[in-house]
């Protein structure tokens, strides 16, 4: 599959049950810049529905993508919400965001 707009356009046709999930390593700004990239795309052929899921970082990194740029990313993108999920191991309560996750994704 090619990872250009163009070609994601030409084979997309949205409907209404669309969703589209953007993960993003939070240890890494390359990896939220593309989400971030991704997002547009989704929203340009009409995808309304999206679930943000960020990991990490590894342990021993720093987290290099702030918590409030994924939920900004995720609240602007999504009619579904909550839309943002951390399920990085490092953070409290990270088992009940993923049951959280499952249970929204399977109503959708």
Do not use: Y
């Amino acid at each position: 599959p090619s990872w250009e707009m163009a070609d994601f356009c030409h084979h997309s046709g949205a409907s209404p049950w669309d969703c589209v999930l953007l993960v993003v390593d939070a240890g890494s700004i390359s990896s939220f810049e593309a989400a971030r990239d991704r997002a547009g795309w989704a929203s340009a052929v009409g995808i309304r529905c999206a679930f943000v899921l960020s990991f990490g970082p590894e342990d021993g990194k720093l987290r290099s993508v702030p918590k409030q740029n994924l939920e900004e990313l995720a609240d602007r993108l999504s009619t579904v919400q909550p839309a943002h999920f951390d399920l990085g191991r490092a953070s409290p309560g990270s088992s009940s965001r993923a049951k959280l996750f499952l249970d929204i994704l399977t109503v959708r």
